[in-house]
């Protein structure tokens, strides 16, 4: 698999083009994004520098870390990062191997980062530990739904998500934001047409 994503990064420019993700610009309008922040399945960085970007042009406190576990993906986002005169650190890692920290985040962010569902509760369960009091977890991925469409993402719906992945981990945090359904994408090759998501902006409460 992580050979299959390094040749993918290998093979075209911008994977899923240099624009964040259509939610990623929406609710970063609503929501502030301050201190230490994660984005992982990060790739090539398109919504991490976006958000750095922005923290920047606006004098706030922000650093992000990637996570990734193609290299090749990483690099062409340090090479960006350092063309936009913008900070951000990475990390070469597989998501089965992290061992994760308690009130480690500000933030985390998640773009359709689709993994097996064992591997799937483990990474939502540790990112809930991780992140601090009022912290955020961000993103947009696609659901089991999205298997009639053929728009992108994983063809099993191991790889897909439903609400209670969400629900059975963040239920007693506060859903800022919540939507399931159907939205246009257009974000490179491999994310094109109409789809069905689900996107999340949670806010933890201890």
Same mark, same amino acid.
Not at 58 to 85: H, P
């Given at each position: ?53 922005? *923290? =920047?042009? /606006? #004098?706030?406190?922000? %650093?992000?870390?990637?996570? &990734? ?5 990483? +690099?062409?986002? $340090?090479?960006? *990062? =350092?063309? /936009? #005169?913008?900070?951000? %650190?990475?990390?070469?890692? &597989? ?5 994760? +920290?308690?009130? $480690? ?102």
């Amino acid at each position: 698999m992580k050979e299959s994503w390094d040749n993918r990064y290998q093979e075209h420019e911008s994977v899923y083009g240099n624009e964040p993700n259509v939610f990623i610009k929406f609710i970063a309008n609503k929501i502030n994004f301050k201190g230490h922040s994660l984005a992982i399945a990060e790739g090539e960085g398109r919504n991490a520098l976006f958000l750095a970007h922005k *923290a =920047k042009q /606006e #004098n706030q406190a922000f %650093s992000v870390t990637l996570w &990734d576990y193609s290299s090749i993906g990483l +690099q062409k986002a $340090q090479n960006r *990062a =350092k063309e /936009e #005169n913008i900070e951000i %650190s990475t990390q070469c890692l &597989d998501l089965n191997d992290v061992v994760w +920290q308690a009130n $480690q985040f500000q933030n985390i962010f998640c773009v359709f980062g689709h993994f097996p569902s064992q591997l799937r509760q483990k990474t939502l369960f540790g990112i809930r530990a991780s992140l601090k009091n009022n912290g955020w977890f961000v993103g947009e991925v696609y659901s089991k739904e999205q298997l009639n469409y053929g728009t992108g993402g994983p063809s099993s719906s191991d790889m897909l998500y439903e609400i209670n992945d969400f629900l059975n981990v963040f239920g007693k945090d506060n859903f800022y934001h919540f939507f399931v359904g159907e939205v246009e994408r257009h974000e490179g090759k491999f994310h094109t047409g109409k789809c069905h998501v689900i996107q999340f902006a949670i806010q933890i409460r201890e």
